[in-house]
């Protein structure tokens, strides 16, 4: 989600804001406020809102400190621009280039935005939001019927009315619990939504099956299995309830924890001036101090 796609807003007026700079894809320039309390964000618009799964932000690359200038600062969204709920509080974790969190929140809202204070000046260079993009505006979804347009590319044939899509068809996960898990498996992971007894479920994390062991409209229970290699792109889940793909409003992700022995193989924990090394479809989850390191290749 971008200011191409919505409308960037800040706490400054709109003719003196530099807030789009904050979405120009350069690391090298960032948005700066001179008010007390600061804030930058965007607007879905009317009729859309959008449920945040993860945020990603580059703050201003001239801090020697990041954590001094936006420690619990935080990320929030509202549909009002009066009440705001957090979806990220900025923790000890963050630090200078690509920072990425979680949001903890996925109720869609229209209003998306970074707030501190003097301290920063909001001084993000760059600000990414991953997530799904929903119509707000009351329709009737009981029932939608659609045409079928065959082309085979000397005539044109319009089946009127031929595929009806449904309300009730339209299987929706609203939750995952838990959110992330080892690569181990063999835990429990649970869905909840509505509609979810329309077929028979299907779940796949990064293309390892989870076994569905009890399934209800609005509940679905499986069993994570176990994940033998990394994956060569980007992690995905996927939930199939008989023929219909389930709108995602959350998901899990398979994580390696930093404490796990299992996490480093047949080697021992990283030490002081180790170089630890992050490759394509790993997710390293530092639960606990680390040592002093060279650094982290992601």
Known sequence: MSSTQFTVF?????????????????????????????????????????????????????????????????????NDQNTWKNLAIIDQTVHTGWNVFASSDTTPYRYIRFVHNSTSKCNLAEIQLYGIVYSTIAVNLTSQPADVIYNDGLNTKTFANAIVYQQANTPVVTSVSPRYGDVFGNYTLTLSGTNLDVGTPVILIDGVSCAVTTTSATSIACTVGARATTPSTVNNFTVNIGPNVAILQDTFLYVLKWSNAKTWGVDSFPIDNDLVYVPVGLTLLVDQNTPVLNGIAV
């Open 10 to 78: 800040s706490d400054q007026n709109a003719s003196v804001s530099n807030a789009s700079v904050s979405f120009d894809g350069l690391t090298s320039t960032f948005y700066s406020s001179p008010n007390t309390q600061c804030w930058i964000g965007l607007d879905a618009g009317v009729g859309l809102a959008a449920s945040i799964s993860r945020i990603s932000f580059f703050p201003n690359l001239g801090w020697t400190n990041v954590a001094s200038k936006i420690l619990y600062s935080t990320f929030q969204g509202s």
